[in-house]
């Protein structure tokens, strides 16, 4: 996520054709090689399923207030590190989630979508308008040099397992974050937000933040507890910004997506288990995703399917492409504007 950026995108062009930047109707999609027959997709890939996301999303909250229970009752060595240990993974699983919702496939209505996707980003302050506005124009705009993604994380240097681990821990975002919550309490809009509209959300939702982190550290500091301190800031710090670049950093790493107009190649699909595919939500099938981004999540299987024989980035397992970048066999591809920069 970027608080200033040189590249500020000109919607007009989308906004003139018809095509929708900000929902999951008519949408804008990337560029593909061949015969595109994406708009005569059948009607069911289009079917939401509003109460298997609930129950994933009320799924992963249990585990989450569990946890906190658990840590605020027992505030031992041994259950504060388990604590942790699994508090960490389940806020960047829940910021999938978040990814879902800002696509408008969990819920019909749109205040439902933008409700649960703000409470899924609280733990790591990721904005869901925010999210929203920069993701789907990575959308609309991959494959040409106007890409650019939300999450800042340095892709850069990963080829030794000293620069994977920098990788993994780069908080820069969070001085992002922070900077997004002190121009929103000053009543400014982003200026990199070019929508009035998605602009003033964002700024209602970096107020939020700061609203909650005050009210969190107030409690803390009237209770002399340090149940935030074990149950947020050190799962999030410690173990959930490196899961979440874990997730992120297959979706196009090493391949063009700045000048090649095949959203089958400069994608990635990782054949995961059933566990994985869970826990990313379904972002391992992430050509899929972007082969058609107004498919929801819950179809995505079914649409990969679809196009699994015409997809040509494709790796083994979440280890097998891991390993290839630590090793340098998968490299950063260096462009002037890249969808991650940092």
Partial sequence: ???????????????????????????????????????????????????????????AMALVVAGWVMVALYPTVPVIILGIIILGPLYAHLVELQHECLHEHAYYKRWLNRLTGFMAGIFMLSSFSHYKYEHLRHHAYLGTPQNQE????????????????????????????????????????????????????????????????????????ASGSFLIFYAWIIPTLLLAEPTHFLIELPEHFGLNTQTDPNVLANTRTVAASRLAHWFTNGNNLHTAHHFHQGVPMVQIPELHKIIERRIETVDQSYLTFYKKVITGELRYLDFAETCMTR
């Avoid at 109460?51 to 799924?59: D, L, M, R, S």
């Avoid at 994380?153 to 919550?181: E, M, N, T």
């Fill in 150 to 221: 939300f999450f800042n994380y340095r892709f850069r240097d990963l080829d030794s397992p000293i620069g994977f681990l920098r990788g993994c821990f780069h908080l820069g975002r969070y001085l992002d974050v922070f900077k997004c919550i002190g121009i929103s309490l000053a009543g400014r809009l982003n200026p990199t937000v070019t929508k009035t509209v998605a602009a003033k959300k964002i700024r209602t939702e970096y107020i939020a933040f700061g609203v909650i982190i005050a009210g969190a550290i107030a409690a803390s500091v």
């Fill in 1 to 59: 996520m970027k608080v200033t950026q040189d590249l500020i995108v000109d919607d007009s062009n989308l906004s003139e054709s018809g095509l929708s930047l900000d929902g999951s109707l008519n949408v804008h999609l990337a560029p593909v090689s061949g015969p595109d027959t994406r708009r005569a997709l059948p009607r069911s890939l289009f079917a939401k399923r509003p109460g298997h996301f609930t129950i994933k999303f009320i799924f």
